[in-house]
């Protein structure tokens, strides 16, 4: 027994050191993304001594405010206060007491700003003033509250994923960092409340696209296109869809949905979707935000299709190639590419996750799109009424941005991966932003080439791992010989103590 005790003395300082196992000291970092339907609170942790290597930083927690998002307080900006309460007390549960003053809190508002901004500057500043105002209140370092612009959401979003999935550097056997050995960085396809975004390195990145960006992280250069279509989030499509439903109609009080599930009903005013910036051209002409319209569903997926295609405008791309919808220019799509947040959400309620067929997609569609009001409350359980009645059209509305906005084919199709979240952290465009705005991802990096294939390379590691491990070995052996002259014969027990 002392005798496996006096090893262990031995060996610990040595182990430690070598294979870096003392306790290091956490660092946090908080985000606030103020979406257009929701926040989302995001906490993130890493070792504080580390924090410029890649793939260390993790989220610990994450929490949904209660309720709409913050644009929706444009009249009521003192009510933002306490559904944000709620969750920043639980933040502070998780974040040891005397690290609240020095971890940054940030905040980033998307699509639901930036069109209430466009509406009426005022309103948006005010409700930023009213945030501004709550967090210097908090123990947290609070680090501004801003409207991100559309491309900048589409590149944070890219950088996430491809950061998560480790596709920036990796760790070699030497506990270095080197550029992954071939590997190819995934496109990113993001879906918020108002407004969506395409980010991928094309094949002919010398070609210049308006929609371009450079980004340099750790010393490697990236023409990120990244495009950012406002008015084709999930919400923002649904109300145009509904608008149109409603000008297309002969009455105006009771208008049928193909997209809604059969026997399903529903009352809105005219406002709740043409009270929008997005639909303000398809206002009716006598505009009576009060007036309340029936909305009854057909639950036909056919039609449905038929509807959503006329959100799209091909008419500006007329004889143009590389121009999917609205006059936008994009190169083809290339690679891989993950789709989050409602892509991931829309494809989960249908059953499906991670990559399948087009024809699965399609199959999967109608079967949910056919299904009666009741039928589907039974297969959702747990879904909110107003999320179970549109994902019929989420899902219509996703087929046809991919398939004719995006040009994706039954091809390429299987390259996209529904996915929400690597190991436990979310793929949003938050944790892109912090990684940026702290200069976690230095543009310039200390590398080392490779002069050998990686197998080759792993090879020889492992052989001079090996041959190292046989001197200390021997370096031990020696060392308690010398020390306990006496117990050589029985030098082997100590390498299995009871
Ligand atoms: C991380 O990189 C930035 C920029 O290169 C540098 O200012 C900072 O000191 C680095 N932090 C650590 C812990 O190495
Ligand atoms: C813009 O918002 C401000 C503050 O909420 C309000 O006083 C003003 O009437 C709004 N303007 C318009 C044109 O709606
Ligand atoms: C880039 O944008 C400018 C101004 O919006 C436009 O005139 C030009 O044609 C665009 N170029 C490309 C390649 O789309
Ligand atoms: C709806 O119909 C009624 C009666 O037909 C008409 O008075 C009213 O102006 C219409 N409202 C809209 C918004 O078209
Ligand atoms: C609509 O209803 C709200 C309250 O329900 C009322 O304050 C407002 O004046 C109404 N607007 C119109 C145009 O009737
Ligand atoms: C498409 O866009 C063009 C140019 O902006 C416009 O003239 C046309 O009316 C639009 N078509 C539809 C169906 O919205
Ligand atoms: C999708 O599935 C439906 C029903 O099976 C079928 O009628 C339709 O042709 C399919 N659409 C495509 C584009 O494959
Ligand atoms: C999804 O699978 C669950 C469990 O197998 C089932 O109860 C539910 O009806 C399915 N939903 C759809 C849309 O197929
Ligand atoms: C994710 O979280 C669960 C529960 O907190 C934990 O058991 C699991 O190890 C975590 N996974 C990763 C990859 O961190």
Redesign the pocket.
């Known amino acids: 027994m002392s005798r496996s005790k006096k090893l262990i003395t031995i060996l610990m300082p040595l182990f430690v050191s070598c294979f870096n196992l003392l306790p290091f000291s956490p660092q946090y970092g908080i985000v606030l993304d103020a979406g257009s339907s929701r926040t989302t609170v995001y906490v993130y942790e890493w070792p504080a001594e580390k924090e410029n290597d890649t793939g260390v930083v993790s989220q610990t927690f994450k929490c949904d405010v209660k309720g709409p998002g913050i644009s929706s307080y444009e009249r009521n900006t003192g009510a933002l206060a306490k559904p944000l309460d709620e969750c920043l007390n639980k933040v502070k549960e998780r974040i040891p007491v005397h690290l609240h003053k020095s971890t940054s809190i940030y905040l980033g508002a998307t699509a639901g700003m930036r069109l209430l901004r466009l509406q009426n500057e005022t309103a948006a500043n005010e409700v930023l003033a009213s945030i501004q105002n709550y967090f210097r209140a908090q123990p947290f370092r609070f680090r501004g509250a801003h409207i991100i612009t559309g491309p900048e959401e589409g590149v944070y979003g890219w950088i996430t994923a491809n950061y998560l999935m480790g596709n920036f550097l990796e760790k070699n056997l030497w506990r270095t960092w080197v550029h992954p050995y071939r590997k190819e960085t995934t496109g990113a396809l993001d879906l918020g409340g108002a407004s969506t975004q395409i980010s991928f390195i094309p094949e002919d990145s010398q070609e210049s696209f308006n929609n371009t960006m450079q980004v340099k992280l750790y010393g490697y250069d990236y023409s990120v296109y990244t495009h950012s279509f406002q008015c084709y989030g999930r919400d923002e499509a649904e109300k145009r869809l509904l608008a149109l439903l409603l000008q297309k109609s002969s009455t105006n009080s009771t208008v049928d949905n193909p997209c809604y599930p059969q026997n399903y009903e529903t009352a809105l005013t005219v406002k709740y979707f043409s009270g929008s910036l997005c639909t303000q051209s398809l206002r009716p002409t006598n505009y009576y935000p009060n007036q309340s319209i029936i909305f009854r569903g057909t639950g036909d997926p056919g039609l449905c299709q038929e509807m959503v295609s006329l959100l799209f405008n091909f008419t500006t791309c007329r004889n143009q190639e590389d121009c999917p919808f609205n006059g936008i220019h994009q190169p083809k799509v290339k690679g891989n590419f993950v789709a989050f947040s409602g892509f991931y959400y829309t494809i989960n309620a249908?059953?499906l996750s991670g990559h399948f067929s087009l024809a699965d997609f399609n199959s999967s569609m109608w079967f949910?799109c056919s299904q009666t009001w009741a039928q589907l409350q039974l297969?959702l359980p747990k879904a909110e009424e107003i999320y179970a009645r549109s994902y019929c059209f989420s899902a219509n509305f996703i087929y046809y941005l991919l398939v004719h906005g995006y040009n994706f084919d039954a091809g390429n199709w299987p390259q996209i991966h529904f996915q929400k979240e690597v190991g436990n952290s979310s793929i949003a465009w938050s944790l892109g932003y912090m990684l940026s705005l702290t200069n976690m991802i230095p543009a310039e990096g200390k590398l080392i080439q490779l002069p050998l294939k990686p197998p080759l390379f792993a090879g020889l590691l492992i052989f001079l791992t090996v041959l190292a491990l046989l001197c200390l070995f021997f370096l031990v052996y020696l060392c308690i010989v010398s020390r306990n002259q006496k117990v050589i014969s029985h030098v082997e027990y100590v390498f299995t103590p009871e």
């Open positions: 249908l059953n949910f297969m």
